[in-house]
Structure formats: C-alpha cells, structure tokens
C-alpha cells in the first residue's frame, strides 16, 4: 500500500508511525509511507502556506495553491484507485469499518490542516472523502493522520505476527474486546477466570463473546444498537446481566 501525507509538520507524522506495529510494517516493505510538505511549492520568499479569513474572524486559513500543489504531486506518485482523504471536523466519523476500507484502497493521500482549516474551494477541488478521529480538537492534522495510518496498517496481511490479532482486536465485529489475563494465575487474590484455565475452547469461546457483549453493554451501548445480535449472543447478554444483576447489593 502506498500512503503519502500532505502537511506543514512531517517529523510529526514520521514520529508518530516510525514504531511497533506500523513501523515494522514499513521496513518490511508492506506499505510505503511518505510526506509532502506544502511549503515546498509557496511562492514567496517567506514560504507562506496561509491568509487571514475572507469576512474577517481570528486565526489563519490555509491557501489553496500552496496546498493543491503538495497534493497534486503526492497523488501523482499513487496508484490508480487511490482516494484523497482531508482530515476535517465536518468528515464522516473513523471507525474500524472505515480503516477495513481504508486497507482495501491500494493507496491514499491524507491531507492534515491547521489554523482555522482549509479554504472550502480546496476541499471542493481535491477531496474524495473528508473523515474525522472524533469530536474535540486538535491543533493540527498530524495526529489524527498517525493514528489513521496506524489503524489502516496493522489490517495489511503480514503487518501483524499473527494473522488472527486484527480479527479480535475491540471494534472488529462491532463490540469491545473481551478481557485478557496472563501469567501469574493469582495476583493479590485476584484469579484468573477459571474458564481460561480448564483448556475448553467452546467454553472459552462463550465466555469470551460472553464478556464483550456485556462489557460493551456497560460501556458502550451505542455499539450495540448498531449490531444484530444473533440467538446466541442474546442468550449470553441476557445471562450476563442477569449475574451482573444478581451480584449487586439489593436495592430498596
């Protein structure tokens, strides 16, 4: 996969996917990764990449030519088929749906801004899709681009060392993860589940979509609305919350 993303600060992104998963990604060839800065291509001698906002209002907005420039030659470098994402408040929300589609592309641009954003005619002009990490603020695109190459790499085959990691990572089918224990079975009187140790897999496979379907009951119901619980999974939550029902101390 190729990836290039264009902004004013490429040690940050560089900083950001030079490690762990991502990193290794790299060195193994697994995608390309590079930067286009738009100050390259401004025209002036102080390299200005920014205005101050047509209608006037605080801060700075980015120009168009400096940046349509920076895209132009880093689209020029993809393949055919790649999408030019700019990442923006308005965009559509990342999820892991949206980085499985992201992996499918075999390549991409994302566009990080600053300041007060982009001119709109930009956007107009280049953008395939506009995406966002969340609702809060950044200083900048940088971040979000790191943690959306992040996310898009490890579902690449051979970024991760085993093939399986990426299919029950949290939000992968829609619930969070279950939870994980390892070594030692007792840590201050706090035991290891006893399912994970008895070496059933059907049971521990229960208990384990068991646990996800009521962790992400309590913590994010939101999730929930959006999946189609199978027969199974509706036995299992509701079995779930009955014990999280009884366990808790009775309520007048």
Known sequence: MDIRVVTLFPEMVAAGTGYGVCGRAIRKGLVRLGTVNPRDYATDVHRTVDDRPYGGGPGMVLKVE???AAIDTARERLPSGSRVVFLTPQGRPFRQSVARELAALPGMVLVAGRYEGFDERLVEASADDEISLGD??????EVAAAAIVDAVVRLLPGALGDADSAAQDSFSDGLLDCPHFTRPEDYAGR???RV???GNHEEIRRWRLQQALGRTSQRRPDLLARRELSAEEERLLDDFLAEEAAARPYEH
């Open 66 to 68: 400096p940046f349509q």
């Open 136 to 141: 809060f603020v950044l200083s900048g695109g």
């Open 191 to 193: 035991r290891v589940p």
């Open 196 to 198: 994970l140790l008895d």
